[in-house]
């Protein structure tokens, strides 16, 4: 029997950050730069305004290792009113990571 204020359902899910992507993120550098692509889609995440296709450039933050999210930033698209944004996302529900590369 469950005490009161205790979630039953914590206790069935699993401890651990794992799969790929969570790897990478706990390995990642701040500031590294990813597409993102999400369970279930076919195309990196877009968050630029309107139906813009171009996939967005997050650039990492941390991970957290104790709730599996990740954070990360990514800017508006041109045209918008410029702006950085915080983007935070549980690690398990990423497919795929492009990593961007490293500006000279």
């Given at each position: 029997?469950?005490?009161?204020?205790?979630?039953?359902?914590?206790?069935?899910?699993?401890?651990?950050?794992?799969?790929?992507?969570?790897?990478?993120?706990?390995?990642?550098?701040?500031?590294?730069?990813?597409?993102?692509?999400?369970?279930?889609?076919?195309?990196?995440?877009?968050?630029?305004?309107g139906?813009?296709?171009?996939?967005?450039?997050?650039?990492?933050?941390?991970?957290?290792?104790?709730?599996?999210?990740?954070?990360?930033?990514?800017?508006?698209?041109?045209?918008?009113?410029?702006?950085?944004?915080?983007f935070?996302?549980d690690?398990?529900?990423?497919?795929?990571?492009?990593?961007l590369?490293?500006?000279?």
């Amino acid at each position: 029997m469950f005490g009161l204020g205790k979630c039953w359902w914590c206790e069935l899910l699993p401890l651990a950050c794992e799969g790929c992507a969570c790897s990478i993120l706990r390995n990642a550098r701040e500031g590294q730069e990813f597409l993102i692509m999400l369970k279930g889609t076919a195309e990196f995440l877009a968050l630029g305004p309107g139906q813009s296709p171009q996939a967005t450039e997050f650039s990492f933050v941390r991970f957290k290792e104790d709730s599996c999210c990740a954070i990360f930033t990514f800017s508006q698209q041109p045209g918008a009113v410029p702006a950085e944004r915080e983007f935070i996302i549980d690690c398990r529900s990423i497919a795929a990571l492009s990593p961007l590369p490293s500006p000279l």
